[in-house]
């Protein structure tokens, strides 16, 4: 019974995660369909651009609910069960980055999934783990954001820094260890899904952000 429930919990969470918010938030908002704009992604970045602050603000925060409600539903149905909780959190990342409900056929005939990144899922996932890491992984990644400037290293940092807090927390032996596998793994899954960012930013033109647009502006004026 047993098997079955975790089963059926972790079906959930990839749905929850695949259910494309920030289409519907665009769609609604300006008519648009985001996975025309820009990258093509359905995440809060894309978002912004496509349809402006609010809408941007409004799907960040609801992809990152997916990612906590798929750990609390665990929690909640199966408490106890750390591995899974760390999985359904990993999977709601999955399913935002290769959502079922985006399957569709490319140039060449081929189905491919669409989605986001998954930065705004990762964090709640790690809110689901731990609800104060939303006061400490938030704001650090916004700091990252402005300062380095490069929204696909702020969306990368965000798995790196649950690693990192879940990593501390493991050592005072406040939270099991289990989660920092999901800051681990959830790493390689953002880092997958923005290799086109991470190439951008080896040859040097990945698209900036934050202060350092500024001071470009300023020194070329």
């Given at each position: 019974m047993q098997i079955l429930l975790n089963a059926a919990l972790l079906a959930a969470a990839y749905l929850l995660g695949a259910i494309p918010i920030g289409l519907f938030v665009v769609k609604w908002l300006s008519g648009e369909d985001?996975?025309?704009?820009?990258?093509?992604?359905?995440?809060?970045?894309?978002?912004?651009?496509?349809?402006?602050?609010?809408?941007?603000?409004?799907?960040?925060?609801?992809?990152?609910?997916?990612?906590?409600?798929?750990?609390?539903?665990?929690?909640?149905?199966?408490?106890?069960?750390?591995?899974?909780?760390?999985i359904a959190a990993l999977l709601a990342i999955i399913g935002h980055n290769y959502s079922i409900f985006l399957l569709e056929r490319d140039n060449h005939g081929r189905l491919r999934f669409r989605g986001g990144a998954g930065g705004a899922t990762c964090?709640?996932?790690?809110?689901?783990?731990?609800?104060?890491?939303?006061?400490?992984i938030a704001p650090l990644?916004?700091?990252?954001?402005?300062?380095?400037?490069?929204?696909?290293?702020?969306?990368?940092?965000?798995?790196?820094?649950?690693?990192?807090?879940?990593?501390?927390?493991?050592?005072?032996?406040?939270?099991?260890?289990?989660?920092?596998?999901?800051?681990?793994?959830?790493?390689f899954l953002l880092a997958w899904s923005l290799r086109p960012n991470i190439r951008r930013l080896i040859q040097g033109n990945e698209r900036m952000v934050g202060w350092r647009v500024k001071k470009k502006k300023n020194s070329q004026s």
């Open positions: 985001v996975r025309t704009v820009e990258s093509g992604r359905t995440g809060g970045t894309n978002v912004f651009r496509a349809a402006g602050v609010l809408p941007g603000a409004i799907t960040i925060f609801l992809d990152g609910f997916k990612g906590t409600l798929s750990v609390w539903l665990v929690l909640l149905l199966a408490p106890g069960s750390d591995w899974i909780a760390v964090a709640g996932g790690s809110v689901g783990l731990w609800f104060p890491s939303l006061f400490i990644a916004l700091v990252i954001l402005y300062f380095v400037g490069y929204a696909s290293v702020a969306t990368m940092s965000i798995a790196l820094l649950s690693m990192l807090l879940f990593a501390i927390r493991a050592w005072m032996g406040a939270s099991p260890w289990e989660y920092v596998f999901y800051g681990f793994f959830s790493f």
